[in-house]
């Protein structure tokens, strides 16, 4: 069982839908959850982290964390063109100075 | 405020043969992490360097190999390099290594032939 599974998709949504992106976990020791975004040709750049249960919203963006479910999402509210983009969510130990585990990233397209 | 900085952008090698990537971190920054991001795969843990030290490491042969200069800046070696090793290769720079600190470079594209 890999230590963080997540549907590779692709994803694809009209303009101005509500996206829903998932991941689960095995490891109950993992405390920092992140997720990030890359764009194509680049490198990965932080969206969300929180490191405890419950909902986390910044600006279109809503991170959710389900510590008894090992289960954490993403939601994107008005998505735009612009969002389209791989969504990896990264699983991090406590105590810092951990290692990061990625999912495998789910491919997302906001068709205009 | 320069970002996180990655040379070469990409690189052709012949199995067999030796590279080096380079990486200079965040300013502020004093931990380089270094990422294997194979074709559709999310980007798998190589090793930490902090204080010129590792600090840690993921699951990655002996043939790869860091090291971090007093500036902070960081190489990755790979040697012996097998077709297999063809990725993106991603730095991430942070002050103190917690992951939510974590800012990536854009990466080096190897490829081995």
């Known amino acids: 069982q890999k230590e963080v599974e997540q549907d590779p998709g692709p994803l694809s949504v009209p303009e101005g839908a509500i996206v829903s992106l998932n991941c689960t976990y095995s490891?109950?020791?993992?405390?920092?959850f992140m997720w990030y975004r890359q764009y194509s040709r680049k490198g990965p750049e932080l969206l969300m982290y929180t490191y405890s249960s419950g909902n986390k919203e910044d600006g279109r963006f809503t991170a959710q964390v389900d510590k008894s479910s090992k289960y954490i999402s993403l939601f994107i509210r008005d998505s735009q063109p612009s969002d389209s983009a791989t969504y990896l969510c990264a699983i991090e130990g406590s105590g810092g100075y951990q290692k990061v585990t990625f999912g495998i990233g789910t491919k997302l397209q906001v068709i205009p | 405020d320069a970002g996180v900085t990655q040379s070469p952008t990409h690189l052709i090698k012949t199995r067999g043969q030796q590279v080096t990537l380079r990486c200079s971190p965040k300013s502020g920054h004093d931990t380089v992490s270094w990422y294997q991001q194979a074709l559709g795969q999310g980007p798998q843990f190589i090793f930490q360097?902090?204080?010129?030290?590792?600090?840690q490491r993921g699951n990655f042969p002996d043939r790869f190999s860091g090291h971090q200069f007093p500036n902070y800046s960081s190489e990755l070696n790979v040697n012996a390099l097998l077709l297999g090793d063809s990725a993106l290769y991603l730095c991430?720079?942070?002050?103190?290594?917690?992951?939510?600190?974590?800012?990536f470079g854009s990466g080096t594209r190897l490829t081995v032939v």
């Open positions: 490891n109950s020791a993992f405390q920092y």
């Open positions: 991430a720079s942070s002050q103190g290594g917690a992951g939510y600190g974590y800012t």
């Open positions: 360097y902090y204080e010129e030290e590792e600090r």
